[in-house]
Structures are given as C-alpha cells and as structure tokens.
C-alpha cells in the first residue's frame, strides 16, 4: 500500500499595494523608490510614470528594477523591485516646480488605484502627497485625496490621522474656518460616529470602540455662553447613539481632552474640524502619522505630510511615514484577507 502523500504546503502571498506617487515634482516619487529598496514584506505597485521613479530614486542612488504588473500574486519580492501600472506624465517634470499639465495624470493615478482596490487587483492603496493647489490651477475642482476616493465610489467617508498612541478623526474635512460652523450638523455627526464606530470594530478590531467627542466652541460652549452647537446639534447625537449601546465621551473641551487621563479613556477622538483635532497629534507623532480613509470599501492609507517641493530632488526626504503608512495598510488588509 502506498503511503498517504503529504499536503503540499500552504501559499502564502505578498499583500498588493498600490502606491500613487502623488505630485510629480515633489517627494512622493522619491520616497516610492525608498520604500521599493526595502525589504517590506509586500508586493509593491507604482501606478504612475515608471521614469519618474526611476530618475527620482537615483537622486538617492538607488537603482530600481522595475517591470509591468501582470496581476499575479508573488510569495516574496527582492527589495529593489518595483512592478508599475504606467500613467504616463505629460510634461517633463522639474524637481521642485509645479507644472499644471502633470494635473491630469496625478489624478489618474488615484483613479486606477481605486478602481484596482474595488475589483480586487489590489488589497491596498498607499498615497504620497498631492498639490491640491496645481490640480486647482489646472481648471479641475479638487479638495484633497479624501474627497476624491469618496466621490469615486460615492461613499460617506471619515478622515482619521492615526499614531502609534493616538487616532484622530474629523467631523469636517478640508474646509475654511468659517465655513465650520454650518457644516456641523445632527446628520453629519450622526453619520461620521456611525463610519467611525464601524471601522474602528471592523478595521482595527476593537470589540467595543470607546469614542471621546470634542466640542465644537472653547471650553465645549460653557453651558451655552460661549455658542449652542453642544447644546443643540452635538449632545442629542450623542445620547440617541448611547442609547443604541455606543460608547461615547463628551462633548469635551477641545484644549483638555488631549491630555493622558482623558486619552486613556478612549480608543479615538472625533475633533470637529481639522485644525482642531490635527495638531496635537502631529506635536506628537509628527512623522509617524498615518492618515486612513474610514467609509471606503477598501483600504486606503496616506502620509502625514505635504510635498515638500523644497526636498525635492535632492534625496534628502524622510521615509518614515510612508513606511509607516504601508505597514499600517498591510496590518488592516491583512485582516480583510481570507486567512
């Protein structure tokens, strides 16, 4: 009788990461190259210009290999190798100037990342900074890679900046000061704290999510003195959601919730706007930030920082955050992939 075979090993494969380069003249494209010389322990695809890579890794002395994404899933990758989706740039591209023919491709780029993510190619997409600005410059409205990943698959999503300690997330997004107020209402808080809830149970794995609500006025309206939005808009979104078995703190003052004893209390904060809840956390892990989509049907992470044209090619650009950036998509995906 022959003796039973053995079976043969499990496959393991590489997580998929997409990898937008963002704006072309700036340190995306450099760092890309950075995070490809690495061992990182993920299948890592450029969707952009591949010689922009190429010449922005060089600044570094790097030397890439870089071939076409067929779509097929490795076990390992060498560092140095960089598989690409091309989207061709359509001017030459000046390390530290803008160039508002490049706008279009820069989009583009975030589009067939998304798209890559919603048919299953990729299991993660990782972006380098943009310019909002030069996209606006090029005639096309353009708010920030939050607003465009919504849009794309029109969902409601949440911006979240996490560190090593601390997850910040906003109930308003990319909006001049003024403009806050009115932007606070019962159905958005209502929807973000419901996104928010969700993807800290579903993405992060925390049973019973514990969520601290920054007010909206100093001192959270001081009873009203100093403006209602507590009063009328915050609180009653708060106790309909506890009543429902959410877990929520507030609202606190914004200038007294970052302090530890109030921190340990939560597993995230929910500022009302960006340059409220933004701060302290970058004061605190500037570097080590990663900022996460919450909402989207895939998994989308982000540097903490902008393009710094003034780096640019002059291989001098910190990595510290895109490595961050990536290892916290590969830690979420690997709990959305099938074991």
């Not at 920030?144 to 911006?159: L, P, Y």
């Not at 939005?229 to 877990?247: F, N, T, Y």
């Not at 302290?280 to 982000?302: C, D, H, M, W």
């Amino acid at each position: 009788m022959n003796a039973p075979s053995s079976p043969l090993p499990e496959k393991h494969f590489l997580p998929r990461l997409a990898l937008t380069p963002g704006e072309p003249a700036g340190i995306g494209p450099e760092l890309v190259g950075v995070l490809a010389e690495s061992d990182l322990a993920a299948d890592l695809i450029v969707v952009g210009d591949p010689e922009l890579i190429e010449r922005a890794a060089a600044t570094r002395g790097i030397r890439l290999r870089l071939r076409p994404d067929d779509g097929r899933r490795i076990e390992s990758r060498e560092p140095g190798s960089l598989r690409f989706v091309s989207v061709p740039l359509r001017a030459a591209v000046q390390f530290g100037h803008l160039n508002v023919a490049n706008a279009k491709p820069v989009l583009e780029s975030l589009a067939r990342a998304a798209d890559g993510c919603v048919s299953g190619a990729f299991d993660a997409v990782v972006t380098a900074p943009v310019h909002k600005g030069v996209i606006n410059d090029a005639g096309i409205p353009f708010s920030g890679h939050t607003e465009f990943f919504a849009q794309r698959v029109k969902a409601d999503v949440v911006m979240l900046l996490a560190t090593p300690t601390l997850r910040v997330a906003l109930a308003t997004t990319h909006l001049p000061l003024a403009k806050v107020p009115a932007a606070i209402t019962q159905v958005g808080i209502e929807r973000t704290l419901r996104i928010l809830h969700a993807d800290l149970r579903d993405k992060f794995g925390i049973a019973t999510p514990r969520i601290i609500v920054l007010g909206l006025n100093p001192h959270a309206g001081e009873g009203g003195h100093l403006g209602r939005e507590e009063i009328e808009v915050i609180s009653p979104v708060l106790e309909k959601l506890r009543s429902e078995g959410m877990h929520l703190i507030g609202p606190l003052p914004a200038d007294t919730a970052f302090v530890p004893e109030h921190l340990a209390q939560g597993d995230a904060v929910l500022a009302m706007y960006h340059d409220q809840g933004l701060p302290p956390l970058k004061a605190q892990g500037f570097g080590e930030a990663v900022n996460i989509t919450l909402g989207l049907p895939y998994i989308r992470t982000s540097v903490d920082h902008g393009t710094a044209l003034d780096l640019a090619g002059h291989g001098k650009a910190d990595p510290a955050s895109l490595f961050t950036a990536a290892r916290m998509a590969m830690e979420l995906a690997g709990r959305r992939r099938p074991a």
